[in-house]
């Protein structure tokens, strides 16, 4: 296993990790994982950029799934070939969209109290 899959697979633990802790305090303090008035409805139609920000997910896993088959000599495929650089490589993927979508909900709240 190279450096650079050990040090990503570290990276997205971390990130992981740190996600099952917030959730875990998050309950302590509330007594559930979402407020009553949190949750979702899905009653309305989805936002273009929740729809973009999974898209770019999506497309991202076919990525990984598809480089080793259609181009398999090439330097992302070869890493991808090594023990747990697939895995690794679809944490990150999730990682990423759970940041785009973070980013999303900062900028939600920013515009809601007029900095932006």
Do not use: H
């Not at 802790?21 to 009653?43: C, D, E, H, M, N």
């Not at 729809?51 to 181009?71: C, E, K, N, R, T």
């Not at 993927?93 to 515009?111: D, E, K, S």
């Amino acid at each position: 296993m190279s450096l650079i899959t050990i040090i990503l697979g570290a990276g997205a633990a971390f990130v992981v990790v740190a996600q099952l802790a917030i959730a875990v305090w998050y309950k302590r303090r509330f007594g559930t994982v979402l407020r009553a008035s949190a949750r979702p409805k899905f009653g309305g139609d989805v936002p273009i950029d929740q729809m973009v920000i999974v898209g770019m997910f999506v497309l991202g896993v076919l990525i990984g799934l598809a480089a080793p088959v259609l181009w398999p000599d090439g330097a992302f495929s070869q890493w991808l070939r090594e023990p747990y650089a697939t895995g690794v490589y679809f944490a990150w993927c999730w990682v990423g969209m759970f940041l785009l979508n973070f980013l999303r909900a900062v900028a939600i709240v920013l515009r809601k109290k007029g900095v932006t």
